[in-house]
């Protein structure tokens, strides 16, 4: 059987790729070692404007008006002949006379050759000028709206501020005990929300995460302000801390509002001198907040299952969260506890692992009844 001669394979060889780069419906071309145009892809020549007839032979950087002569491609097309086979990816603005700049990727590779003397480079063009411009859009759309939440964050929180003022100047106004004391638990309740507000208006990230150390002590500050005439009276301390939703944190806000006025209410009668301590503690998806004092304590007469309007608010605000809060008496003082305890699910895929209990849970009733005495020193019931 007779072999064609080498030429014969070599013409086919090249006749084929040109066929295939021209039928593409990318845009290719195929260009000599010189980097003038071997083979254009009609693809090619219509996105760019490129006359067919004219195409072949002609050098790249000497298409249309001279646009594709940019440095950083002649950078890239000059390492590709140098020998650097792999593919290597160019972002860049092709402007044209009259016409609207595209933004392109350009990819360019080293073809490998029986006749490695004449090497052929393929060079390839990407226009992605509509998926910038659509991103560029969507992540100016994103911060405007970023601007116009913390704008209306702004203005809540103002309003709000200037709604407390009202609430607690009525207070003072009122001959009613009972009205006075509903008057600034309303106060608080709205200073709450907008001591979280001007932070979320004023946070770097666009509120989508609040740090509760700073905005726990910040809630603090109101609370002290109009419910504490002497700092040195009565201390309010944060500890611990982390980053949750903003959503979270509205209602971890309140409930620390309800607490921390409960505690200033009951807890130091007659001019005690006394401590009120925020936690928060956060271990993966479980977080516990608790609110302590070291005040008089709960009066043994009066029972757990009291419910007023504080104790309420604190427990709708806990089920919103899917947490539970712990109720027991604590000495010296009381303390609220309120825990989230989320069981990661163990798949098919993933070794077994003990699963994740509550303190209390597998015990032995004596063990149990140990556990619950050890978790009285950290929590105790709203009064």
Request: charged residues 20%; glycine residues 6%; negative net charge.
């Amino acid at each position: 059987m007779a072999t064609r001669p080498p030429n014969d394979l070599e013409d086919a060889a090249v006749s084929l790729t040109l066929a295939v780069i021209i039928a593409s419906p990318s845009p290719l071309l195929l260009l000599d070692e010189n980097l003038a145009v071997v083979g254009a892809s009609d693809s090619f020549c219509e996105a760019f404007g490129i006359d067919r007839a004219t195409v072949t032979g002609c050098a790249l950087f000497g298409l249309g008006a001279g646009e594709w002569d940019v440095s950083q491609l002649r950078a890239l097309l000059s390492a590709i002949t140098a020998g650097t086979p792999q593919v290597v990816a160019l972002e860049m603005e092709l402007e044209r006379p009259e016409i609207e700049a595209r933004c392109l990727i350009i990819t360019a590779r080293l073809l490998a050759y029986e006749d490695i003397a004449q090497p052929r480079v393929l060079f390839a063009v990407a226009d992605v000028t509509d998926a910038r411009t659509n991103t560029k859009a969507k992540d100016a759309a994103i911060e405007h709206l970023g601007v116009l939440l913390n704008e209306v964050r702004h203005r809540v929180a103002n309003s709000l501020q200037i709604i407390s003022a009202v609430l607690l100047q009525n207070a003072r106004r009122t001959m009613s005990a009972e009205t006075r004391d509903h008057l600034k638990d309303a106060h608080n309740r709205v200073m709450a929300v907008a001591t979280l507000e001007r932070k979320l208006s004023e946070s770097p990230n666009g509120g989508e995460s609040v740090e509760l150390r700073t905005y726990f002590t910040d809630l603090c500050k109101s609370i002290a302000a109009s419910l504490i005439s002497d700092n040195d009276h009565i201390a309010l301390v944060v500890k611990g801390g982390g980053h949750v939703p903003s959503r979270v944190s509205v209602s971890l806000g309140l409930i620390v509002t309800e607490l921390v006025i409960n505690a200033l209410k009951h807890a130091f009668p007659n001019g005690r001198v006394g401590r009120i301590e925020i936690g928060y503690q956060a271990h993966g998806p479980n977080w516990t907040l608790s609110v302590r004092d070291d005040g008089v304590g709960m009066p043994k007469e009066l029972p757990l299952t009291r419910s007023g309007l504080g104790t309420s608010i604190v427990q709708a605000l806990a089920r919103q969260l899917e947490a539970t809060v712990e109720t027991v008496p604590a000495v010296p003082g009381t303390t609220v506890c309120i825990e989230h305890v989320q069981v990661a699910l163990v798949s098919d895929h993933e070794p077994e692992r003990a699963p994740a209990i509550s303190p209390a849970e597998g015990l032995s009733s004596g063990e149990r009844n140990a556990s619950e005495r050890s978790i009285a020193n950290g929590c105790a019931t709203l009064r």
